[in-house]
């Protein structure tokens, strides 16, 4: 017997986990509250205001927000030292102007974010009560934090300041509301950046022939699709935003993208940011006498890293999955919080609550069946690597 199974014997555990099952409304009915509370990185506010609420009310100790709009609350161990601090990001990839109608088709829900990470959210809110109301006792210290700006340009800067604020003595679970029965200690690199091209510009009849931005924009993007990338280490590139021009009867002065390359190997990444830098220098020179040119900024960088699958906290969640009947694990790379304690070789691993699926799509799903083994999971990790005191 593991330690896990004999944690899960344990009566308040036992209670813990039929509760899971037998809150399967209520708990959904949260998620869907957290859903319907617009969250796009850097306007987390209000989604954050309802967590701090929601702390509160349960009793969590030291709840408080930081001046990002993180959110902090504490279940209290017995020691102060080594915490082990449980975070879910707030934000999601869809502006405030977004319909997050959530529609009902057989078992499954859809809607933007509902996810990623609305139902990570709720994760951290159900853990916090089910351990205060199943009178639990840790050995250690439990952070509930909800961070923001792991989406889109956030850069992870709500990770990075739990982090910078518990430091190395610390253990870190990442909730993700999807990737049930996925498990991820391995963060893959990411660097990214805005390509702006400036011309001259002029009208579309009476300049004819003069140099568009819009139009060398597109050169630039088809000769990004046109790089080779290896598909082991796994190397991608995407062009997720541009924008420019003033009318459509005007040769554009300006025009801009934004651009993501990720990699599961450091070097593999920077030989493709090198790549890119090539047909940008090289634009530059050929196409100078036209009025052409092209800047290049880096507007956000996710650091890789990565701990053994031997490490104590991976096989727990391991044990932890195989307890609540998930057979099939799957091991995953990723770019999530994790990039940032994992980045400093501090021990962190991700965790799926239930399956989903069309991430950062208006049709984002989620088939909430597996929840209560997802939440039931999370607290066996918690109980596991925070110190639980069984008989």
Not at 175 to 188: D, N, P, T, Y
Not at 191 to 217: D, K, M, Y
Not at 325 to 340: E, K
Not at 353 to 367: K, P
Request: negative net charge; contains cysteine.
């Amino acid at each position: 017997m593991n330690h896990i199974e004999q944690i899960a014997l344990e009566p308040c555990v036992q209670s813990a986990i039929t509760q899971f099952r037998t809150r399967q409304v209520d708990n959904i009915n949260l998620i869907q509250a957290i859903q319907q509370i617009p969250a796009p990185t850097f306007a987390e506010a209000e989604r954050a205001a309802f967590v701090e609420s929601h702390m509160l009310a349960l009793g969590l100790h030291d709840v408080r927000q930081d001046d990002l709009h993180n959110v902090y609350g504490r279940f209290p161990g017995q020691h102060r030292r080594a915490p082990l601090i449980i975070t879910a990001h707030l934000d999601t990839v869809f502006p405030l102007e977004t319909d997050l109608r959530i529609r009902e088709n057989g078992r499954l829900l859809s809607g933007p974010g509902i996810g990623d990470n609305s139902t990570g959210v709720a994760g951290l809110l159900l853990l916090a009560k089910s351990l205060i109301e199943n009178q639990i006792q840790l050995t250690n210290d439990v952070w509930l934090v909800a961070n923001v700006c792991e989406e889109g340009l956030g850069d992870l800067r709500g990770i990075r300041a739990v982090v910078e604020k518990f430091g190395q003595s610390a253990k870190y679970i990442i909730v993700e509301g999807g990737l049930f029965g996925q498990i991820s200690h391995q963060a893959i690199g990411v660097r990214r950046f805005r390509l702006e091209v400036s011309g001259p510009g002029g009208h579309s009849w009476g300049s004819f022939g003069a140099a568009s931005a819009i139009h060398v924009l597109g050169h630039l993007i088809s000769a990004i699709d046109k790089l080779p990338v290896p598909t082991s280490p796994r190397t991608t590139y995407n062009v997720g935003i541009i924008e420019g021009g003033t009318s459509i009867n005007t040769i554009a002065q300006s025009a801009a993208l934004q651009l993501d390359l990720r990699s599961e190997e450091p070097s593999a990444l920077q030989q493709l940011v090198d790549s890119v830098t090539d047909i940008v220098q090289q634009t530059n020179q050929l196409r100078r006498d036209e009025g052409i040119h092209v800047t290049m900024t880096a507007i956000g960088s996710r650091p890789p890293g990565q701990i053994s699958r031997h490490t104590a906290l991976v096989k727990t969640a391991v044990d932890a999955l195989h307890y609540v009947g998930s057979q099939g694990i799957t091991f995953m790379m990723g770019s999530t919080d994790a990039n940032v304690p994992l980045s400093k070789g501090f021990t962190a691993v991700v965790l799926g609550l239930t399956e989903s699926g069309n991430a950062h799509r208006l049709d984002e799903f989620i088939d909430p069946t597996r929840l209560p083994d997802g939440l039931s999971q999370l607290l066996l990790v918690t109980l596991a690597t925070a110190g639980f005191p069984h008989r």
